[in-house]
């Protein structure tokens, strides 16, 4: 089966940087991503990494080490409006399906 | 832009009633998938589509069937609604082939069982 922890939540501060980690243990690994949800929202897709290394986008990145199982997505320069729940996914080769960690609320505050 | 429609935002439905979820996607995709939303669990998959009329469980399939007629449209079968199906919805469809293959996802039917 697949198992896909992250943290429940986390709170930072407007402005700074926060970093948000997932492990997996999965077979047939076919790509990491991430999606953030906005209460009351669908899932929207933030990256996608199936190689070790970081991919950066705009204030977000996400980095991948498929030895370790591990990811982490990280947020620079925290906005209000990033309040949300991150959440991981992994992709098997398995028809390509998805699965989900529980997602980690982000708490911005001011 | 893809856009991913369902049908109701909100349902209020009895105990053994049946309930359709509808589920239309407009880009085309080969895959499409039907996921449940429970605090604290996250996104647990219950059936997915590769193609038309064809069907895979997922890992909670369990009082829920599908169908998938057109390539556009997935539906979400509930044959008798109990009261623990009460929750979030999601719809979502993927391209297949070597692209990044990212989900793209319905806003999500909100099914209240009493």
């Known amino acids: 089966g697949q198992n896909i922890d992250q943290p429940t939540e986390m709170t930072a501060t407007e402005g700074a940087i926060v970093q948000i980690n997932c492990t997996y243990q999965?077979?047939?690994?076919?790509?990491l991503f991430w999606y953030q949800q906005h209460a009351g929202e669908a899932p929207t897709f933030l990256s996608y990494?199936?190689?070790?290394g970081l991919e950066e986008k705009g204030r977000f990145s996400s980095f991948l080490s498929r030895s370790k199982g591990y990811s982490y997505l990280l947020l620079k320069e925290l906005q209000m409006k990033d309040s949300a729940s991150y959440l991981c996914a992994v992709r098997t080769y398995n028809f390509n399906k998805f699965y989900f960690g529980s997602g980690t609320k982000l708490n911005v505050k001011p | 832009d893809v856009k991913v429609t369902q049908s109701s935002r909100y349902l209020v439905k009895r105990t053994g009633e049946k309930v359709f979820l509808e589920c239309v996607q407009d880009?085309?995709?080969?895959?499409m998938f039907w996921y449940r939303q429970d605090p604290g669990l996250g996104l647990r998959l219950i059936y997915f589509s590769y193609d038309v009329k064809m069907k895979e469980k997922g890992d909670i399939p369990e009082g829920y069937s599908v169908s998938r007629e057109k390539k556009e449209r997935f539906s979400l079968i509930l044959e008798s609604a109990s009261t623990n199906q009460t929750s979030m919805y999601l719809c979502a469809s993927s391209l297949q082939g070597p692209t990044t293959g990212e989900l793209f996802f319905g806003e999500g039917s909100r099914l209240t069982v009493l």
């Open positions: 990494n199936v190689l070790d």
């Open positions: 999965t077979s047939g690994f076919n790509g």
């Open positions: 880009m085309d995709h080969e895959n």
